[in-house]
């Protein structure tokens, strides 16, 4: 088994370490910056239904379905589609409105997920048209859609979603790219830069893999929380999401993501000596916004670590731990912000002795409904 892994100590680790690669190879022979183009053969064959669309509709459950808020963000910022995206279960017990005008896209880790099947047989039925996001190969979902893009992230093992999320993240880049060329929304230059800087991502992953240290000692800290809070703003707040449902799904700490700018209707209650409070916070993504809401966990006396750009000196200031990602465009910083909280949650979560790969009552791919 630890041959298996690779010499890491869990499936996750080894899962969170291989992204860079899993990106790489999701983009691999699509991506073509040097001939300023991305070739996806699933997209092209539905072109017209993409570019037709009167709005897309995204269904997924878990990780899979906070990568589709990602897209939601992508697809209205780049290609101005609008987009809805659906809990596959709530979806499919709505009635929900579908006609052969609409695109729904499925993403699915497992391709197996039963909720997630059973939205697009019932979309099918309605005469969208179905593309899927998978990472299993031949999957049941990937078998029952009309065309897609297979996700080349390689088996996930660990129970916790984390290159799947990033490698889906990275398809419904390109295809949301894509599409705003098509459909004329990009400039040339503006389509070019974002296919160069795709390209460049996995390195800035590589080089913030390259020491944990940091997170490591946050861990230390905030180990014996109890309730933890997630914000983050616009592109950044699925992240927010996410941060929070690794953190639950492998430590048992309770915990919740919100829009940054929501709190003050709400969690902003919870908020004392003891409320650790994770903010995204880029230089790219509504930055004197966050800097604000900062101000009001720190008025509140909550704990702050704050995931923040290179060289960042105004939230350092304000915070009680930072980590640094890279610079990126707003579109693209999910993938780089998103990697300091999954290790935060695998410290957090082997520090209290949990089961890491494989926690309690979770299921890897959940084929009952
Ligand atoms: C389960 C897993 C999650 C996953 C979700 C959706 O809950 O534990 O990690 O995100 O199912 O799975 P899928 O295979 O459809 O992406």
């Known amino acids: ?13 080894k899962e969170i370490y291989e992204q860079p690669k899993a990106i790489y190879d999701t983009f691999r022979g699509r991506l073509l910056p040097d001939q300023n183009m991305i070739k996806m053969g699933g997209l092209f064959e539905y072109k017209e239904k993409f570019l037709n669309a009167n709005r897309i509709i995204i269904v997924g459950c878990g990780t899979s379905w906070h990568a589709g808020l990602v897209g939601e963000y992508l697809f209205e910022d780049l290609a101005r589609i609008p987009v809805e995206v659906e809990y596959a279960s709530e979806f499919r017990y709505r009635n929900p409105v579908i006609t052969d005008q609409d695109v729904v896209i499925a993403i699915s880790q497992s391709g197996e997920t039963a909720d997630t099947l059973a939205a697009i047989k019932l979309a099918k039925e309605h005469g969208a048209t179905i593309f899927g996001i998978c990472n299993v190969v031949g999957s049941s979902i990937a078998r029952e859609t009309h065309a897609g893009a297979y996700t080349h992230a390689g088996p996930e093992i660990g129970v916790a979603s984390t290159k799947a999320f990033t490698a889906q993240v990275t398809v419904l880049s390109l295809l949301a790219i894509e599409i705003a060329k098509m459909k004329g929304t990009l400039s040339e230059t503006r389509y070019h830069e974002l296919l160069e800087e795709l390209n460049g991502i996995p390195k800035k992953m590589e080089a913030m893999l390259q020491s944990d240290s940091k997170v490591r000692e946050i861990s230390e800290r905030f180990k014996d929380a109890t309730n933890c ?6 592109y950044n707040f699925p992240v927010a999401l996410e941060g929070a449902l690794k953190l639950k799904e ?3 700490i309770h915990a919740e993501g ?11 209650a919870l908020i004392d000596e003891n409320m650790p409070v994770f903010v995204i916070a880029p230089r790219n993504g509504q930055y004197d916004k966050i800097v604000s809401n900062i101000q009001e966990v720190k008025a509140r006396n909550g704990k702050i670590v704050a995931i923040v ?6 939230i350092a200031k304000m915070s009680d731990f930072t980590l640094e990602i890279p610079d990126s465009s707003e579109a693209f910083s999910p993938l780089l912000t998103t990697v300091p909280l999954q290790l935060l949650s695998y410290h957090i979560a082997v520090m209290r002795g949990c089961n890491v790969d494989q926690p309690r009552n979770l299921a890897k791919s959940v084929t009952v409904e």
């Open 258 to 268: 919100y829009p940054a700018a929501e709190m003050k209707h709400g969690p902003i």
């Open 1 to 13: 088994a630890s041959i298996e892994k690779g010499g890491y100590e869990h499936f996750m680790l």
């Open 309 to 314: 750009s290179e060289g960042d000196t105004e």
């Open 229 to 234: 809070l997630y914000l983050g703003r616009g």
């Open 250 to 252: 492998i430590s048992y």
